[in-house]
């Protein structure tokens, strides 16, 4: 039994321990989303997003729901959330680097989104997203990386 609870325990990890499975849960920390919006923001093909969600259902961080043809996804436990807030915690005491370090220092949680990205419009804080580009002197941020792509290639269609 003793043994058992440490391999559960590693399961569980190996399904948290990826980048985009991890991009995955902050794009889907304070929302549900189908897998088709989760692709336009994500520079993956869609069966590698899939092959993500189902890998990260089978393990219960995510669960998902059927709507028509879309499948829903959302965090099945907001302790998921919490346990990457604590990760990103232990990530800013031990970075060396300054301007990281300083980037990594703001709580998740604890902020208010208040831009949009320019590509598929979902509300962040500049504070937290993983992507930005400067385009005319300004910023944008973006949710993830496909959206970043997505701007990186014809800013002028996202830009006001």
């Known amino acids: ?10 399961e569980l990890l190996k399904a948290l321990a990826h980048p985009r499975r991890l991009e995955i849960i902050q794009l889907l920390r304070d929302q549900e989303m189908c ?22 259902r089978d393990a219960g961080v995510v669960a998902s729901r059927r709507e028509g043809k879309q499948v829903y996804y959302k965090i099945a436990h907001s302790n998921f959330i919490e346990a990457c ?30 831009v949009h990205d320019p590509v598929c419009g979902m509300r962040l804080s500049p504070k937290t997203t ?22 990186q290639e014809s800013p002028e269609n996202y830009v006001k």
């Open 130 to 151: 993983s992507y930005h580009a400067t385009h005319a002197n300004r910023n944008y941020y973006f949710c993830a990386s496909g959206c970043l792509k997505k701007f």
């Open 1 to 10: 039994m003793y043994n058992r609870i440490f391999e559960l325990h590693s």
């Open 85 to 114: 807030d604590l990760v990103r915690e232990i990530l800013i005491e031990r970075e060396e680097d300054q301007e990281l370090r300083d980037s990594l220092n703001f709580s998740i949680k604890d902020l208010v989104p208040f």
């Open 35 to 56: 897998v088709t919006d989760i692709h336009s923001m994500l520079d993956l093909p869609q069966a590698n997003i899939s092959q993500h969600l189902m890998l990260m």
